[in-house]
């Protein structure tokens, strides 16, 4: 039973606090998709009985058959926060609802292209970490890729059901392996974050505060030390918990949880807290997050995996969990699941981290503004972002296409960051190339329809605030893969997304017959459309060229465009990887060509970047669109160029962005310019 409609979702939509849009990045099968289920469980849009075994995000047959997640999916939850919970927010907040709008993202290195795409359009991540195989390459590409978008972690510690049913570790081994996670992910934060004075603050992730949570997806359970060191307030404290204001409350637990990770003792004789591993007669105290935390969670296991049956039914009835006539019968494994779902609910605890610490667009569109718009900081546009301004002129990023189930149409999918769009308004569709004051690249149409993504559903819906996530229908012809969408006329591009792989694998395609030559290329064409990543290129000797980031993606890549965009049989070559050449050195000869007229003498000589500057280009510090003088001026300083050199630059290559520099060093050279 869904417990919400399109029409409480775009009332929610007008509380831009009451947002929270994130994704969930990992490495390779760390869970995100198994994970995300209990999320959308709790949503009551599948059953939680089937969730872990779903993978509702995994919405293609390929998804489901080889177990991976290829393309990122996006999904709306709404979830009710209780008045006791409220208090913990401490940004701006509007009423009980919230609206979240996830967005599950593949592992494999081969899509990480996908995972930029969703990383635009969130604010905030959970990052899931296997604790059995700890931080790995992709955790940290995919966190670096994050910070660098100036998004906010919180981190999910899966798996624990195999840390304790196969690496049977004792309570101190698995307290030492969560520490080392936490210290290696904040290594990654702080190497590639911005200091705590930065415009974010402080976004380290800490159990303290309640931004780590620990459990298991498959297994649906999960929680934060918030859950744990709620219950102990209900039973340490003299008058109820009942009577406590909201405030009060929210103050005891979060004292509570400080006292529940660290080097902080129990002394259970007397029943206190202790900041000493050892008593005054040398008794050695637990710590307590194995003794409070950890250790109830492994009686549980223990009782029900070695079939005690008494010992099971009085902690079940200690715990205070009510099972249903059906789960009472099971035995295992499956009791096992039964009863630490019903204990600690998985989507009720990450969702409360969700919603209590990522923040809403509001909060987060005032610093990812100068990172995200190409404009001056001050004009209207720009305002509109950093205020998250409804009323402001419409910005919209646009960062994929999804497929249709109308063969060779697509969605386009993206995220209104200020004004608000609705079906039928005209607006201007900027693509990638566009320059201000020009005419390329830009098409002035009327958007078809606007609709909200639901996995593997879309609903309609009028109109969008900014602040959310929604697609748009009728502008794919416009677009290639990305592009900004406003009204506001003097407006810049939003800045084009950095993937941080690149098309290196190249593969030739032809048809088998032919006479399907057309269907090839109009394929070729779509199957460019639906990933961010590929490059449909045609050789000067007339071959079709594919190239993806590595064997799986072209695999993948192939496979859609045999099945669905071109619908023809192909013959494919071997993968390639493609070369890169450079220069080493400057050369010690001027190469000459002519005109055929042979009145016109080209002069061509090569020589190699100064250290340093190719690295500056791939950041963006260098680029093809600076003001001519500030940009000779950062060459002449930095790498000692001449500035009369610095400032005739004529164009940087490829695509306009790439690190070569042609540069005309002629003088006093006669229409040189015309």
């Known amino acids: 039973m869904v417990n919400f409609t399109v029409d409480q979702i775009r009332a929610i939509m007008d509380k831009k606090s009451n947002i929270r849009n994130m994704s969930v990045i990992a490495h390779v099968d760390h869970g995100k998709s198994t994970l995300t289920d ?179 997806g498959l297994h649906g359970w999960a929680f934060t030390l918030k859950q744990f060191a709620e219950m102990y307030v209900a039973k340490f404290t003299a008058k109820g918990v009942s009577q406590l204001s909201p405030a009060e409350r929210c103050k005891k637990v979060e004292d509570m949880m400080k006292k529940l990770w660290g080097d902080r003792y129990f002394d259970p004789s007397a029943g206190k807290f202790s900041k000493t591993a050892t008593g005054p007669d040398g008794q050695k105290f637990p710590r307590t997050f194995c003794q409070l935390v950890l250790d109830p969670i492994f009686k549980v296991f223990d009782a029900i995996m070695n079939f005690k049956k008494e010992e099971t039914a009085k902690l079940i009835d200690k715990l205070d969990v009510k099972l249903d006539t059906e789960d009472k019968e099971k035995e295992g494994k499956p009791l096992l699941k039964a009863v630490m779902r019903r204990w600690l609910p998985a989507g009720e605890a990450l969702l409360q981290m969700i919603t209590i610490h990522l923040p809403s667009p509001v909060t987060a569109q005032k610093y990812r503004c100068e990172l995200l718009y190409e404009g001056p900081g001050d004009d209207e546009a720009a305002m509109g972002i950093k205020n998250c301004d409804p009323k402001a002129p419409l910005i919209m990023y646009i960062s994929k296409m999804v497929p249709t189930s109308d063969k060779g149409r697509f969605y386009a999918f993206g995220r209104v960051f200020s004004g608000c769009v609705s079906t039928g308004l005209k607006v201007r569709i900027m693509g990638p190339n566009f320059t201000p004051g020009k005419k390329e690249d830009l098409y002035i149409k009327p958007i078809q329809r606007t609709i909200l993504m639901m996995g593997r559903y879309v609903e309609p819906i009028e109109d969008v605030p900014c602040g959310n996530i929604v697609g748009l229908v009728g502008v794919d012809q416009f677009l290639v893969k990305t592009g900004t969408i406003t009204t506001f006329e003097q407006a810049h591009n939003m800045r084009v997304m950095k993937f941080s792989v690149s098309p290196v694998v190249r593969v030739a395609v032809e048809a088998k017959n032919p006479a399907d030559l057309p269907k090839l290329v109009e394929g070729l064409k779509r199957l460019a459309k639906s990933d961010p990543m590929v490059q449909c290129i045609i050789e000067e000797s007339g071959e079709h060229i594919i190239a993806g980031a590595g064997e799986l993606h072209l695999e993948i890549c192939l496979k859609d465009l045999e099945e669905d965009h071109a619908c023809i049989p192909l013959k494919k070559s071997d993968p390639v990887v493609s070369y890169r050449e450079t220069v080493i050195e400057e050369s010690d000869q001027m190469c000459l060509s002519k005109s055929p007229n042979k009145h016109n003498r080209l002069f061509m000589k090569s020589r190699p970047f100064p250290d340093g500057l190719a690295e500056d280009i791939e950041k963006g510090d260098v680029t093809a669109r600076q003001e001519l003088k500030a940009r000779a001026r950062y060459l002449a300083d930095k790498y000692e160029w001449e500035v009369a050199e610095a400032r005739k630059i004529w164009c940087f290559g490829p695509d306009g962005t790439g690190p070569n520099l042609l540069i005309d060093v002629t003088k006093g050279v006669q229409y040189l310019n015309e």
Not at 121 to 148: F, K, M, N, P, Y
Request: proline residues 2%; negative net charge.
């Open 38 to 216: 209990s999320l959308v469980s709790k949503a009551g849009i599948i059953a939680s009985s089937r969730a872990g075994e779903t993978r509702f995000t995994d919405t293609r047959k390929d998804e489901q058959e080889r177990c991976i997640t290829i393309k990122s999916t996006a999904i709306s939850l709404y979830y009710e926060l209780g008045d006791n919970d409220l208090a913990f927010i401490k940004q701006s907040k509007d009423g009980n609802g919230f609206l979240i709008n996830l967005i599950d993202s593949p592992g494999h290195v081969d899509f990480s292209s996908e995972v930029t795409a969703a990383l635009r359009v969130t604010d905030g991540a959970l990052v899931v970490v296997d604790c059995v195989s700890g931080v790995c390459v992709q955790t940290e590409t995919v966190l670096r890729q994050a910070i660098a978008e100036r998004i906010k972690p919180v981190l999910m510690m899966n798996k624990m059901d195999r840390a304790l049913l196969e690496l049977q570790l004792e309570t101190d081994e698995l307290y030492q392996t969560f520490q080392r996670i936490v210290e290696n992910v904040n290594v990654i934060i702080s190497t590639y974050g911005e200091d705590e004075g930065g415009p974010m603050g402080n976004i380290m992730i800490d159990p303290v505060i309640g931004t780590v949570g620990f459990g298991s």
